[in-house]
């Protein structure tokens, strides 16, 4: 089993509409958790950082953590063709512990 | 602020040959660096964690005679893959750490280096 669980995709959808990517655990002690943006042959760029369970909100994108269930989403409202992309979670033990990666999520959002 | 340059962008050459890549922190002192390896359509796989003047620190299962990392400045970081072989075409991306300052513990990632041997 693969400490973080994400899928892969694609998923297509319509201008405007509300796109949920998740994410699944195993590991408890993993604290910080991550959502990146990757562009086909890009570096990642980091969207949201949210630290221990809760939400977080910034403009169009809502991260939530629920460290009960071991599952994070991102949210994102009034989705753009700009939004297409690929969605990497990631989340770490420690601040300065190591990054580990879910298989990231390939969006696209269709004009 | 807080960017990370990689060179180059992409890089084809022979099976045998070694392949230099470069990872500069522009605006910002990177105590530690990263290197990851992406395949298509996968996720990012830490090779190795280098922090500046010390030896590189590989994950499990990545060859340190084969991809030699050095970080001898808080701002460069060179990853040579030596005797390349077409298994070894990936995306490499490196990613660059501050200790200090508002932006630390962040890790800022590199825009990628497309490797291909032929």
């Known amino acids: 089993q693969k400490e973080v669980e994400q899928d892969p995709g694609p998923l297509s959808v319509p201008e405007g509409a509300i796109v949920s990517l998740n994410c699944t655990y195993s590991n408890s002690a993993f604290q910080y958790f991550m959502w990146y943006r990757q562009y086909s042959r890009k570096g990642p760029e980091l969207l949201m950082y949210t630290y221990s369970s809760g939400n977080k909100e910034d403009g169009r994108f809502t991260a939530q953590v629920d460290k009960s269930s071991k599952y994070i989403s991102l949210f994102i409202r009034d989705s753009q063709p700009s939004d297409s992309a690929t969605y990497l979670c990631a989340m770490r033990w420690s601040q300065g512990g190591k990054l580990i990666f879910g298989q990231g999520t390939e969006l696209s959002v269709k004009p | 602020g807080a960017v990370v340059s990689q060179h180059p962008s992409w890089v084809i050459c022979k099976s045998g040959t070694s392949v230099k890549i470069e990872c500069r922190s522009l605006d910002f002192q990177a105590t530690t660096m990263f290197w990851y390896r992406q395949f298509p359509k996968q996720s990012l796989m830490l090779m190795a964690t280098s922090n500046e003047g010390s030896k590189a620190t590989y994950e499990q299962g990545v060859e340190k005679d084969k991809f030699l990392i050095n970080h001898a400045s808080l701002t460069l970081s060179t990853l040579t893959v030596t005797s390349a072989h077409p298994e070894d075409s990936s995306f490499y991306i490196c990613?660059?750490?501050?200790?200090?300052?508002?932006?630390?513990?962040?890790?800022?990632f590199g825009p990628g280096t497309r490797l291909t041997v032929l």
């Open positions: 990613s660059a750490r501050s200790l200090a300052g508002a932006i630390s513990n962040e890790q800022f």
